[in-house]
């Protein structure tokens, strides 16, 4: 099924990189395969961490192209050939124009570090923390045009301590993710997940 086939993007250290392939190697991404590693930023640690797992790398810099549109343009060709089926962004921290979005449209996912759509944006959970909330999260999505605007695919609570800082809220939530990111993408590899409007439905296996 192209749908298992699976693009990694990422611009960062890699962790919930990491957790997918170890949920892969441990038969828990629902037959899916990690086909390619996509980072804006070549130099960042996921993509040591996807050499040497073994993964195909495409690292290109944004900057070395004339438009956002170019440089995208570039990555569908890529992974056209490869046939990916499921794109998965995983700390890849640009906005995703419509040369990426039209051909993968429903078949591209995010996760975010808050419950959306409280929260979206930048340095989400700071802003829980700011506003005194009692519970935050985890939610993974479909990507559309806007800032973290997409259809709700699962989302997963945490409770807010009152001695809590970004750092002690963000260990236990990037926690969650760790665990939550690979059921969805075994499900969606697995052909469990299916987009009706905006209502995101989730077969049992």
Avoid: W
Avoid at 24 to 48: C, F, M, T, Y
Wanted: a neutral charge.
């Amino acid at each position: 099924m192209l749908q298992s086939r699976i693009a990694v993007f990422a611009s960062g250290q890699g962790s919930n990189f990491a957790a997918l392939m170890d949920a892969q190697k441990e038969g828990n991404l629902g037959g899916g395969r990690i086909e390619l590693l996509v980072s804006d930023k070549p130099e960042a640690p996921v993509a040591q961490r996807a050499k040497d797992a073994g993964i195909p790398t495409l690292l290109l810099r944004p900057k070395d192209f004339a438009s956002r549109e170019l440089y995208e343009a570039e990555i569908v060709a890529e992974l056209q050939r490869l046939k990916i089926g499921l794109i998965v962004l995983a700390g890849y921290m640009r906005l995703i124009t419509p040369v990426l979005l039209t051909p993968y449209s429903g078949r591209i996912i995010n996760i975010h570090p808050s419950l959306l759509p409280a929260f979206a944006g930048k340095d989400a959970i700071g802003q829980a923390l700011d506003y005194g909330v009692k519970l935050t999260g985890v939610t993974v999505h479909f990507v559309d045009g806007g800032m973290d605007t997409g259809p709700v695919i699962a989302q997963r609570c945490i409770a807010v301590e009152d001695n809590d800082t970004v750092d002690l809220l963000s260990k236990r939530i990037h926690k969650v993710e760790y665990e939550l990111y690979p059921e969805v993408v075994g499900a969606f590899a697995a052909g469990r997940i299916s987009l009706d409007g905006r209502k995101t439905i989730v077969r049992e296996k």
